[in-house]
C-alpha cells in the first residue's frame, strides 16, 4: 500500500477486491503498488499512470505526455 508523499508510477492493471475496500493494482517491472480504488483509474486501465500519494488521496497523471518535438 502506498504511503503518503511516495510516487507511484506503471501499468495500471486491473481492480482487487479485499474486505477493507477496492483497489488498483500498479504494475512496475516486477514490482506492484495498491492504491485505493478511484472512478478516474478505470478510464486508464492497461495504460501508463503516475500519481503522488497525499494523505488518503493521489494526485494521477494518467497516460504518457508528449515531450518537446524538434524538427528539422
Same mark, same amino acid.
Given at each position: 500500500?502506498?504511503? !503518503? =508523499?511516495?510516487?507511484?508510477? @506503471? &501499468?495500471?492493471?486491473?481492480p482487487? !477486491?479485499? !474486505?477493507? @475496500? +477496492?483497489?488498483? %493494482?500498479?504494475? /512496475?517491472? /516486477?514490482? #506492484? &503498488? %495498491?492504491? *485505493?480504488? /478511484? *472512478? $478516474?483509474?478505470? +478510464?486508464? %486501465?492497461? /495504460?501508463?499512470?503516475s500519481g503522488?500519494?497525499?494523505?488518503? @488521496?493521489? #494526485?494521477?497523471?494518467? =497516460?504518457? +505526455?508528449?515531450? *518537446? $518535438?524538434?524538427? &528539422?
Amino acid at each position: 500500500m502506498a504511503e !503518503s =508523499g511516495e510516487r507511484i508510477s @506503471g &501499468t495500471s492493471v486491473s481492480p482487487c !477486491s479485499w !474486505s477493507s @475496500g +477496492k483497489y488498483a %493494482l500498479v504494475e /512496475r517491472s /516486477r514490482e #506492484f &503498488t %495498491l492504491v *485505493p480504488w /478511484r *472512478p $478516474v483509474i478505470e +478510464k486508464a %486501465l492497461g /495504460r501508463q499512470v503516475s500519481g503522488l500519494v497525499r494523505g488518503s @488521496g493521489i #494526485f494521477w497523471d494518467l =497516460g504518457r +505526455k508528449r515531450g *518537446p $518535438v524538434i524538427s &528539422t
